[in-house]
């Protein structure tokens, strides 16, 4: 990923512009932007079918294109663009504007909470400009500075473009201050379509693309819905390894902007009236969260105790007469009713299932979230259990992967719960599509050993008898086992939990002890991998046992490493 910023870059969306510029994959080669240059690298039945023919011996065949901007040419975003992403101005705007009439518009809509009398206004800018005569300045002022809006919302879609070659992703942005970004289709970590609540409106949608590195997405603001959907399905078509044919659409049937627009603002109302579409031939959701279990999930959470000792403390200080604290806790009471409305409608439209190119996790009612998890970028996952929920069966399952984000953005990955809360068989069905290798000695490690137990014949590494005390309520949990594919960590009483850190993705292992830790003869066992919500240690076993583990453990990933293959799963 590369960010290039200069002043009053010249270029244009023309695409003859960057004739001479060259690829990556081959330095001595300028990279063609016409797609029929690549034609010759097909066999006859493979061109213009418009099916996915197999690929001949020793090469990846080509796909058809699904989308007009995947042909390695220089595209505009949506014309509506402008008005949604220059709508934090006018809202701005709009609430200075609010702000200096406050006192007019209250005593227009709701006289009764006025003390003037009827019909009185109270003096503010209106009567100034009515006073003095201003109106025709004002409303001069008024078009200047809309006309002005425009030609630079106008100006900023001119300048943003996009670009979706065999080898990478590449948006350009700004006027006078130009932005060029580029994310490598071979380290696309997940594509993410979101579709905010006004943009759903207008039929529009946007895309991230996840890169691995910090600050490495790349967004595409906005799209159409359906160039949307064609559009991911293209890259990570390309991101697989497979290629994709040539496929224009003719420039005599390109329709004005007035019509693209007209069009998406009716496909987005019809969508409110009919629902999102997810076919596009893909597979239904293999779990389905009932609203019932939803909201009982999010009130027998930890944030309900702690809501339930704060009502507490409240009470008792409303008691002892320290009203001044219910002015202090009334925004926190605000945040926690956000919170459960944030939660409970992020679950309501929930789905899982896989896809030919990965996992496609969806989530939101206001604003739906749709991302697709290519094979091999899913680093650990935990199956974690809350106390309150043991009496119910009930689970949660989180991984860690590459995000793309900003170092400065310490917001929760809203992405990291692959299933917020499920039984037990709708746990086996995600760790089976997430985890797809695991043989059936696997699967009874982590469902018999890891999830329900420890059994009698516990295959794991435990906490030793001498060192019990330093877990006095896990040490029966804590345990390590090593399998073929993969690394189990299991931990927890209060909060059970089992992690799996495929040896593929795992960076390094290391041990740990402490003073306390080596005067019993224990340690701590680490698995490096992706930082996230994923706990990758487990402390207090056997330091005898965990050196044999760590040994065998650093030569298995290292094996695992060296015949991986899932970061091009098309071939």
Known sequence: MTDAEAPGDPRSADPADDLGRVSEGDPGRPRSTDPADDLGRASEGQIGSGLEAGPPPGRIGLISVRSPYSDGQWHRLHPLTP??????????????????????LVEFLFPVFTDLPPGELPPDPVDFILA?????????????????????????????????GDDDVEV??????????????????GVNLTRPMIARLLGLAKLEVVGAGLDANVKLEYLSGKDAEAIRGDILRLASGRRLAAERTPEGQRSSLA??????????????????DFSDSEPE??????????VASRILSGSTLFLIAL?????????????WLLFTVIPMFLAFGAYYVRSIARGLRYSIAPTRDGVRVTFGLFTTVSEIVPPGRVHAIEVRQPLLWRPFGWWTVSVNRLSGRSSTDTSTDQFAAVLPIGTREDVERVLGILAPSLTGDEWTGIFRDGILGPVDDDPYVTTPARARWLRPMSWRRNGVLLTADSLLMRRGWVWRSLSVLPLA??????????????????????GHVIAGTVQTSVGALDREEVVRMFERTAHASVDAAATDRSHRWAG
């Open 83 to 104: 008005l949604l992403r220059g709508g934090l101005t006018l809202l701005v705007i709009i609430g200075v504007i609010v702000a200096n009439l406050r006192e007019r």
């Open 259 to 276: 019509r693209q627009a007209a069009a998406a603002v009716g496909s987005g109302l019809q969508g409110l009236v009919d629902g999102e």
């Open 172 to 189: 350009r942005s700004g006027v006078l201050f130009r932005t060029h970004r580029r994310a490598p289709l071979d380290r696309v970590q």
């Open 132 to 164: 003095n005569n201003l109106i025709l300045i004002v409303g001069g002022a008024t078009l200047a500075v809309l006309v002005v809006l425009l030609v630079l919302f106008r100006l900023s879609w001119r300048f943003h473009t996009l670009r979706i």
């Open 311 to 323: 009502v507490g403390g409240i009470a008792v200080a409303a008691s002892l007469s320290t009203l």
């Open 505 to 526: 993705r795992l960076q390094s292992v290391g041990l740990e002890q402490g003073p306390l830790a080596r005067a019993f003869g224990a340690a701590t066992l680490t």
């Open 285 to 294: 959701s293999i779990v389905r969260i009932p609203i019932g279990r939803l």
